[in-house]
């Protein structure tokens, strides 16, 4: 069964950083998303993409983020000057299309900034 | 606004006991709503959905849900828990994106 795939599983950086995470949506979908999950709270929306666009991004997707399609397998985060408070487990979403389609979660890349 | 709220944040069910999660939710229209399930160290899985028509869906692992629009509810059951099951459970309501409840993590005693 076609799963997305995220890399990597755990990384650990320095404060001011920038970090790059990874994601293989499902090939044949159209739609992507990023979530983020601080620990011990709930999953949050980031951003979603479509047709090389964000289409729409929550109030944490500040300035301090980007998402790009730079080839056409990967979806990537990219966070400029990572900060304390981004650690959190990070997923990337994928789906075929949009809407009331189901979201394809991959396991997550756990982001650690010290 | 949307939102999903799960009231338990922990439950504690014995093996073949069973068990419901609940999850209400807040949507202006007809509410597209999801139940997800996350055992440590993996990502979400989707047990099921809700976008119209038969307001008992099934789902997969023996899951079900109740769709209750005048009570804003969708409980998630299953009539016979299995240690399997040990895991975090998420709501979401959603179109455009997932707006996910809280979570509510569920023991399994043997």
């Known amino acids: 069964e076609p799963e997305v795939t995220q890399t990597p599983s755990h990384q650990v950086t320095q404060m001011g950083q920038e970090v790059i995470l990874r994601c293989v949506p499902i090939?044949?979908?159209?739609?992507f998303y990023w979530y983020r999950q601080i620990l011990g709270q709930k999953v949050e929306f980031l951003v979603s993409?479509?047709?090389?666009?964000?289409?729409?991004k929550s109030e944490i997707f500040d300035d301090q983020f980007s998402v790009e399609r730079p080839d056409g397998s990967n979806f990537t985060l990219k966070i400029r000057s990572t900060k304390l408070e981004d650690s959190a487990m990070y997923f990337c979403?994928?789906?075929?299309?949009?809407?009331?389609?189901?979201?394809?979660f991959g396991p997550g890349t756990r982001l650690l900034v010290l | 606004a949307q939102s999903v709220t799960q009231p338990d944040i922990h439950i504690t069910v014995s093996e073949g006991a069973s068990l419901e999660l609940r999850c209400n939710y807040s949507?202006?229209?007809?509410?597209?709503l999801f139940w997800y399930v996350q055992s440590p160290g993996q990502g979400l899985q989707l047990l099921l959905k809700?976008?119209?028509?038969?307001?008992l869906v099934q789902g997969i692992k023996g899951f079900e849900a109740e769709f209750k629009r005048s009570q804003s509810s969708f409980n998630l059951r299953k009539p016979s828990v299995h240690w399997s099951d040990a895991a975090e459970y998420f709501c979401?309501?959603?179109?455009?994106?997932?707006?996910f409840g809280a979570g509510t993590r569920l023991t399994v005693k043997p």
């Open positions: 090939s044949n979908h159209l739609y």
């Open positions: 949507y202006g229209a007809t509410p597209y």
């Open positions: 809700y976008f119209s028509g038969d307001t």
């Open positions: 993409f479509y047709n090389n666009e964000i289409s729409e």
């Open positions: 979401a309501v959603g179109l455009l994106y997932m707006r």
């Open positions: 979403a994928s789906t075929l299309a949009g809407g009331s389609e189901t979201q394809y």
